[in-house]
């Protein structure tokens, strides 16, 4: 059993990280909040659930967010749950991506969350056990044409994950990756708009050809997808550990 109770959530400014920031709020956890504008949901937390809020304000690929993020946990009492998440990366076809497309998204969606990961696993380690869950996504089941950088980055994360998973379940340490479908929040907007314009479309005619792929035949919720999260950034998850699961209305069947 965890004592402490503080999680960091990184991309906790809206969507699935905001949602599961209140889910853990919910759940008693004090909260080190981040993202590139993070203060008007930590106000709002702070607010609605009365657990204290630290705001550490950049972007996931700065190399310096790390150490803050875990000094603000320490004073917090140290990490035992933390959420890797950030912004999705441009939408391309694979043959119009740059090498500085490819840098640039590896800094955001692989380098910047490990590194993140190695500065706050030993706060865990001390109080005798932890969780981490990134928010990946179903195409690193079933990759998707039109978003290679998603595609090829988020598999990488998940399976630098999987080995941490093998090499620090000996010391209670529980990583997994919670991959959603099709959830409705700004960036399925925005997607949306992406592939609207790409294959010169309506809006409502991309979503309608979406929802018919789905079998549930509706997109997910952020507060659906983070009340999956917290049970697996929580003591509630005992034995769940190296694993990617789809919050996805069973769009993706193949392991
Ligand atoms: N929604 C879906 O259906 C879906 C499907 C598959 C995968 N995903 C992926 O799931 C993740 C979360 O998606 P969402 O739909 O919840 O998106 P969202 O509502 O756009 O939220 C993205 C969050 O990440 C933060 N952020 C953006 N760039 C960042 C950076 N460089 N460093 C740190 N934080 C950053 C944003 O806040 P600031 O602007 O304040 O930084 C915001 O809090 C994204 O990576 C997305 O691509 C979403």
């Not at 503080?6 to 080190?32: C, H, N, P």
């Not at 740059?98 to 692989?110: K, L, Q, R, Y």
């Not at 929802?211 to 997910?220: K, S």
């Amino acid at each position: 059993m965890m004592e402490s109770k503080v999680a960091i959530v990184t991309g906790g400014s809206s969507g699935m990280g905001l949602a599961t920031a209140q889910e853990l709020a919910r759940r008693g956890y004090d909260l080190v909040l981040s993202s590139r504008k993070p203060e008007a949901a930590a106000d709002q937390i702070r607010s609605s659930f009365g657990v204290r809020v630290e705001v550490v304000a950049g972007s996931i690929a700065e190399p310096d967010l790390a150490e803050r993020l875990s000094a603000a946990a320490e004073g917090l009492g140290g990490a035992t749950a933390l959420l890797l998440n950030h912004g999705g990366p441009p939408v391309k076809p694979i043959m119009t991506l740059t090498d500085e497309d490819w840098s640039g998204a590896f800094e955001m969606m692989v380098t910047g969350p490990l590194r993140v990961m190695r500065m706050v696993v030993p706060q865990m380690q001390a109080a005798g056990g932890g969780r981490v869950l990134a928010i990946s996504s179903f195409t690193v089941k079933q990759p998707f044409a039109g978003i290679g950088l998603s595609n090829a980055l988020r598999a990488a994360l998940v399976n630098a994950l999987k080995t941490a998973a093998l090499e620090l379940g000996p010391q209670g340490i529980l990583l997994n990756a919670l991959g959603p479908g099709y959830v409705e929040t700004n960036r399925i907007r925005e997607w949306n708009e992406s592939y609207a314009r790409q294959q010169n479309a309506g809006i409502e005619d991309i979503r309608d050809r979406t929802l018919a792929t789905i079998p549930l035949r509706r997109y997910g919720t952020p507060e659906g997808y983070a009340r999956l999260a917290g049970f697996l950034l929580s003591d509630d998850n005992d034995y769940v550990s190296g694993q990617q699961i789809l919050y996805d209305g069973g769009l993706v069947v193949a392991n």
